[in-house]
Structure formats: C-alpha cells, structure tokens
C-alpha cells in the first residue's frame, strides 16, 4: 500500500523558527559592517523588511541565502547553522531566492530557465517537468513558458524569476525587491501570491514600498543601518505614527517616525545627506 | 512494506469494494482510508470497483455516465496543446555546458588551430625552433575554466551561487566539460604538428587543477587567468623571444608536473567548502 503522508512529513520539527539570528555582523567590503549585531526570529508567514537604502537589507538576504557567511554571531536555519565553511547543500535545497538584479542566460525559454534552475537545486529528475509547470503557472507565466527570455518584458522576466524561486517548493523563500518593475495589476497578483506561499512557508520579502507591506505581510520587519528597529504587525507600525510625521498614509507615518525615533536615539547622528 | 509486493500479494475482497461502490456508512474510518489508498495505487482493484459500480449501483453508473455525455463534445473541439518547438538547449547539456562558455570553446579552438597551422607552415621568421601549439597548449583549458565560473561573463551566476549544486561538484563538472572539448582537439591538432601530448598533458591537467586549488581563495576565474598571465610572460615569452624549446616543458620537469597536479587536488579536495561562498578577500 502507499503511504498517503510521507514520513519526512510528521517527522517532528527541530527548531521554533525557520530564521534565528542573535547578534549576527555581516562585513561587506574592508570595514563596513552592513548587518551590525541583529537579533531576529521569523516564522511561517510573510515577513516585510522594510528600510532605507543601504540599510543592508539585501546583505542580509544574501546571509539567509548562504551566499554570504556571517562575520560574527550566529545565523541558523531550521536550527542548524548557516555560517563557516561547508557547502550547506541540505540547508540550500529547503531554500529558495530571487536576488534584486538577477540574471539569467537571455537564449533559454522560460522553461529552459526554470527547468536549469530547478536542476541546480536538485529537485529529482522525475519531477522537474511538473514541478517547472506548476511554478510556471503559479506567477501566471503558463502562456509564454516558451518563449525565449529576451522576448519577455521586465514583469515577465521577475514572474520568471519568481518561478525559479518557488520550483522546489522552498520553506525559506528570499524575494529582494520582488515588485520592481510589476505593473499595478501585476502587483495585486503578486500579493495574493504571497499570502497563498506565506499559510506554510517562511517568506521574507525585502521592499522599500511601505503600501507592499500593508497588503501582503503579516509581519513587518524594520531595518536601519543594520540594526533591527521595529518589529511586529503592519498594524503596530501604523499605530507607532503620529499625524506630525511625514507620509500619506499611516503606514508610511509609522515608518517616518519610527526612524525619526532612531535617529534621534542614536545621537550624535552621523553626518547624513537629505537623500 | 514494498507497495509492490504488498500490491500483489493482497487485494481488497470483493464484499468491501462492493460496500465502498454503494457508499455504505459502516465502513471503518481506517478501512476506508486503507482502501482508498490502495485504490489508487492497484489497477485490478480499480476495475473491480469499476465492475461493481456498473453492476450494482445503477444511480453511480447513471451519474458518470452523463458526466461522460456531457463532457465528450468538449473534449471533442478542445484545441490540441500547441506542439513544443524543438529545444535547443536540453537541461542535461546546461549542467555541463552553460550557454556563457560555449563561445570561449569555440575561440579555444580557433587558437588551436591557427597555432597548429602556423606550426606546420613555420613562416619564415617566426616559430623557428618553437612549437607555438605545444606553448599554448597547457594554458588554453584555463580560458574555457574561467569563462565557466566567472562573476563578469555570467549573468546567471548570482544564482548559480546560491543553488545547492553550486560549489565544488559544480566547478568541478564544468572544468569536466572544458577538458572534455580542448584536449581532444588538442590531442588532433598536436598530429600534424608533430607535438606529442606527453609533452604538455601533464602540465595541461598541472595548470587546471592549480586554478581550481587558487580559485578557493581567489575565485576560479581570476586565479584561472592570472595562471595564464603568469605563463604568457614566465614561458611563453621567453621562449619566443629566444627561440628554443622551454624548460619548463621538458621531460625532465615532468615529476615536477605531476607533484603540482597532486598538490594542487589534494588542495581542491582539502578546501572543498570554500567554492560555495563568494571569497572573502573580494567581498
């Protein structure tokens, strides 16, 4: 008889959270520390990370990711460590990830492109060509799975990026400022997406838009040179604003205060342009 | 327990697939779950119900029956799936050969062969003494190394990177699939030019496997062409300008070939964990 639940499936989880930093540096360059002793806990569900330019966002995504070890503290993913040597090939095929500028070989067809990447993150031979074909439909790309990627415009090509991402149905999905370059349409789908991924998987989605946040995270994670600000509901980010403070929304006043309040704290403030 | 083997040993007795086709309510919750597993999975149980459906369940048969009328005449005019146009690139060549090094092949051999024709014709004044193929000849495999695994030349690399077979299989199966190409051609060009590939195939396999053990620390292609820099201007050169055979390709270096080709995998599998991460010195 087949066994209808797989025993990897009721095997008992390990750890509490998929992500665990506690006092994690990330050294980028000779001396910039761009994650500067963070201390994070993520869950299932989507998880906003919301900063600033330059506040290491996507450093520490690259962290998450294994491409970039931690220069100190510790990084661990389903409970086991992410830094030091070693090629973490267990950790990285529970993972999956959309770099912010991510390229690809402009020659492949769509499934060509999610097929290869599919391959490189050793989903089992057997399963590619479904696998590929539900990723494929799931960003709505089902009509132009064969079309070459240099015929694709720039929402097709980042829902072909997201397709890669989600083909070995990762528990960790890293998406670095995944709605550039989606059209207002393109967007709501795109949400509706994250929030089906998010009911069973960790989802971290970096993103300066404030409204992104709002719409598709259940949890909103602030960051600022580094160091974590905030963290909590698109709610508690809202109610954190006054009407004082900069913004259209109360969300974006949530934000604008929040780091007001950072600035302020962390005085003397660095010399900073108004940019 | 093997699906198969339990598969046919044991099938669902007639009276519990007759009881499931009639939609009885005193089927045990786990006798049910049981054989709805084992349904799916035994095409003789399968017919068994199909059986007792058509004989024993009229209001069954009935039902699937107009789902069939209903549905035929659609299934009839569905347009057929557009055929697939014939791929190009089939995903087992991809994980060997990305699109990025096949250019830097065709140039390899493009060398080759222009060094072999110009040692066969030796035009006067040039090449005297010195076998232009047999000079390129352990370097060239570096082009094509570092083509594969380079941050510059590979748009896909970012995610290459972050993929679970990225790392030492990965490298190592592309420089596979460079040594595959460059040293059969070079072993056909080396005929006519007289150039035996005793001469240059250790250092060949020397050079390579010092690019992969540098590429830890540096990164695979920089230590890939800074070997071939170093080569260019410590042999090469040398040996051009003075017109004799190197040194470094006599028989007598060989040993000295070998305890490179030995050092420098021993390095690779030593450091094996080190091709997954970017390198530190070069954040």
Sequence with gaps: MTRAVSAAEIAPRTYAHEIRAAGLKIRVGRSRMAVDGLDLFLGTGVHGLLGPNGAGKTTLIQALATVLRPTEG???LFGESAGGLG???ALRRRIGYLPQEFGYYRRFTVREFV?????????PKADIPAAVQRAVERVGLADRADDRMKALSGGMVRRAGIAQAIVNDPEVLLLDEPTVGLDPAQRLR???????????TCV?????????VGA??????????GRLVFQGTPKELAAAGGEDHPGDSPLERGYSALLADRAASSAPARERGAW | MNAESAGRAEHASVELIGAYARGDTDIAADEMWALEAHLEACGVCRARLADAVDCGVPAVASLVEAVWSGLEPELGTAAAAPARRRRRQPVWLSAWLTPVMAPWLAMTVGVVLIAMALDVTEPAGF???????LLLAPVLPLLGVAASWSRALDPAYELTAAAPRAGLYLVLRRTASVLAVVVPVLLLAGWPAGVSAAQWLLPCLA????????????????AALGLAAVWAAGVMAPSLVTRSESAALDASGLPVWGLLLALGTGVVIARRGAYTAVPRLFR
């Design chain 1, 74 to 76: 510790t990084l661990e």
């Design chain 1, 87 to 89: 090629e973490h090939r």
């Design chain 1, 115 to 123: 097929e290869y990447m599919a391959w490189l993150k050793e989903v």
């Design chain 1, 190 to 200: 795109f949400r509706e997406l994250l929030q089906e991924l998010g009911a069973d």
């Design chain 1, 204 to 212: 971290v989605v970096s993103t300066h838009l404030v409204e992104d």
């Design chain 1, 216 to 225: 598709a995270c259940s949890d909103v994670v602030l960051f600022a040179e």
């Design chain 2, 127 to 133: 090449g005297e003494g010195v076998s232009l193929l």
């Design chain 2, 207 to 222: 050079l390579t496997s010092a690019s992969l053990a540098l590429g830890g620390v540096f990164g695979v292609a920089r």
